[in-house]
């Protein structure tokens, strides 16, 4: 009886192993990858985080699709994330420094220049 008892758990361990370890795992990985990659995620950066900063701090300017308005185009333009921070972080002409954190500057930096 014992014996039997062993067997049988030792296959239902068996079986939730091999059934776990293919259906557990894969959705929480998967999940926030394709979040991003919805949102044309190509180099890296986040590319929801930055167009959440880009909405709250720069749209008014540069427009909704990065197309200019009071403030030039940043869509198809030659910036380097380096640039870009730059003048986020300390303004350009008329635009004023954008106080933001460092770390959604240089995420939102590298998104603008892959735009
Ligand atoms: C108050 C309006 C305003 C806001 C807000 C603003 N900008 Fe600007 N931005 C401008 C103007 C105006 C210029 C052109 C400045 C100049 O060269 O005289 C500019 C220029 C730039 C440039 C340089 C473009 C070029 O071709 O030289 C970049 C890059 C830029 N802005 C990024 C941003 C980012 C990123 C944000 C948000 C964090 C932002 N701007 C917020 C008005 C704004």
Redesign the pocket.
């Known amino acids: 009886m014992k014996k039997m008892l062993l067997a049988l758990g030792v296959i239902v361990t068996l079986t939730a192993c091999g059934g776990g370890d293919e259906a557990a795992p894969a959705p929480e990985e998967t999940a926030p990858a394709e979040d991003v990659a919805t949102e044309e995620a190509t180099g890296d950066f986040d590319a929801t985080a930055a167009r959440a900063?880009?909405e709250s701090?720069?749209?008014?300017?540069?427009g909704g699709n990065l197309q200019g308005g009071?403030?030039?185009?940043?869509a198809g333009?030659d910036?380097t994330p380096e640039?870009?921070l730059n003048?986020?972080q300390n303004?350009?002409?008329?635009?004023?420094a954008?106080n933001?954190p460092a770390e959604d500057?240089e995420n939102?930096?590298k998104w603008?220049s892959a735009q």
């Open positions: 900063v880009y701090s720069c749209i008014g300017c540069h009071g403030g030039p185009a940043l333009q910036h640039q870009v003048v986020i303004g350009q002409g008329t635009m004023p954008i933001i500057a939102l930096a603008i």
